[in-house]
């Protein structure tokens, strides 16, 4: 299992709908693409990646061989992939406190949904219909979501800089350098590993250690 | 197109797994599959680094969808608690149906730069052709993929494995890839140089600020940047 790639947490979780309810999720979720202001509260949670939501018709799942037997399903599946940043609890806890209210629109009409609030059997719900991931990859296991952001922010003022100081005084340089730090102070900062950076650097990690010496080779 | 949130693009790819077993292992189809993903875990790092423009994606095997029947949330759960008179068939049928699924799927989930094109199947052919071995070891076991014989078939195939989003979320930007690393690498870097420059005279200052500059190239993407999956710091 490996949920965890550096500062990313995969999540997936799959819940049923009835086939007769599928449209008006979709046209929920049609609803919030035409009307970007509906993910507004999404934006607020800084901690995301990337998210989405795939809804399986029961009749649906991917047919690629006539040797490969057709599903036979009564419900229809709403599939739901996030990488964030953070804890498990912390992530679902912020869906609970940030935006209750989308939430329950987009899951409303899967079955047992029991909503957002409380928390206890939100939690419950998560976690019963989440499927652990085998092998998660990031291209950038050391940035969350908010340095991805602000390293954008950070080159282009610093191009702008450069390129307006090129021929400026030193006083005007010295000026214009201390506006652009107090500029980007809260887009700068270091990155850091956290304690596991990944399952697989974790592992690499580890067998470094057994190599060198340093751990019982019983318990590698 | 809801696969599609500015140049990045979500896709999802759910192959079906054939119901054989590894004869010289004696382990189901789908085990194998967990298996050589797993082991992937154990590498120095991720076969996905090599393939172009790949933000971040995972891999797990479906077995089956989860069926559970704590008490819901719906208006007729509460509706049910207000009509005691509610005979007990009635209250036992609504518990949810069971659903078994007739094959076990391979899942692969990508959140990838695609470009203003939309296009996921250039996508597709570069990972053909950066991690085929691996493509190979893992997709062998899933129905119709003994047809795929190289990088437009791959593309192909894995585009009628695929479904469409019904919503999807971009928190972060949509960037290309080597541009997000170079940007990380800048932030890096600049905050290093602003702690290690601090009080010193202008003169000095610009010409560190030159030397910087120069050092970190910031129009040069190939190098210095961070690699694709960089988890360690010198």
Redesign the interface.
């Known amino acids: 299992m490996s949920n965890i790639a550096g500062k990313a947490y995969a999540m997936n979780v799959i819940t049923p709908i009835r086939w007769y309810t599928v449209w008006l999720n979709k046209v929920i979720f049609w609803a919030a693409l035409k009307n970007p202001s509906t993910l507004k509260g999404l934006i607020t949670l800084s901690l995301i990646h990337y998210a989405r939501w795939v809804i399986i018709g029961r009749n649906q799942f991917p047919h690629v061989h006539p040797s490969q037997p057709k599903e036979d399903l009564k419900y229809a599946y709403m599939l739901f992939f996030s990488n964030f940043n953070g804890s498990w609890d912390q992530y679902v806890d912020s869906f609970t406190f940030a935006i209750p209210s989308g939430l329950d629109m987009f899951w409303k009409w899967n079955i047992r949904y029991p909503k957002s609030v409380a928390l206890t059997p939100f939690h419950k719900y998560i976690r019963y219909n989440q499927l652990d991931t085998l092998h998660y990859y990031n291209a950038y296991p050391l940035a969350t979501s908010n340095d991805v952001k602000s390293a954008r922010i950070v080159k282009a003022k610093l191009l702008d800089f450069d390129g307006a100081t090129r021929e400026s005084s030193d006083g005007e340089f010295a000026r214009e350098y201390r506006k652009l730090l107090r500029d980007l102070q809260h887009d700068l900062g270091d990155m850091y590993p956290t304690p596991i950076v990944s399952m697989s650097a974790y592992q690499v990690e580890r067998r470094q250690r057994w190599h060198d010496g340093q751990l019982d080779g019983s318990k590698h | 197109m809801?696969n599609l949130s500015g140049n990045?693009y979500?896709l999802?790819v759910?192959?079906?797994i054939k119901p054989g077993i590894v004869a010289d292992e004696e382990i189901a189809y789908a085990d194998k599959v967990?298996s050589i993903?797993?082991g992937?875990?154990?590498?120095?790092?991720?076969p996905?680094?090599a393939v172009p423009q790949?933000?971040?994606?995972?891999?797990?095997?479906?077995d089956n969808?989860?069926?559970?029947?704590?008490?819901?949330?719906?208006a007729l759960d509460t509706i049910s608690d207000w009509l005691p008179v509610v005979p007990d068939w009635l209250r036992r049928a609504v518990m949810?149906?069971h659903?078994q699924?007739?094959?076990r799927?391979l899942?692969f989930?990508a959140?990838v730069h695609v470009g203003p094109s939309g296009d996921i199947a250039p996508y597709l052919r570069g990972m053909w052709q950066a991690i085929r071995p691996q493509i190979e070891s893992i997709w062998q076991y899933?129905?119709?993929f003994d047809e795929v014989k190289d990088a437009d078939g791959f593309a192909a195939?894995i585009q009628?494995?695929?479904?469409?989003?019904?919503?999807?979320?971009?928190?972060?930007?949509d960037?290309a890839?080597p541009e997000?690393?170079?940007?990380?690498y800048?932030?890096?870097e600049?905050?290093?140089f602003?702690v290690a420059n601090q009080g010193l005279p202008?003169?000095t200052?610009?010409q560190h600020?030159r030397d910087f500059?120069t050092r970190i190239a910031?129009h040069e993407l190939a190098a210095p940047t961070?690699e694709?999956?960089?988890?360690?710091?010198p």
């Open positions: 809801s990045a979500a999802t759910l192959s079906p967990r993903l797993l992937w875990n154990e590498l120095k790092n991720s996905m680094t790949t933000y971040l994606c995972r891999y797990f095997v479906l969808p989860y069926t559970e029947s704590l008490p819901g949330g719906g949810p149906a659903d699924l007739k094959s799927y899942v989930s959140n899933c129905y119709g195939y009628r494995c695929a479904l469409p989003a019904s919503l999807f979320f971009v928190g972060s930007n960037e890839l997000q690393l170079k940007a990380l800048i932030k890096q600049f905050a290093k602003a202008t003169a200052l610009r600020f500059m910031p961070w694709p999956g960089k988890y360690r710091l």
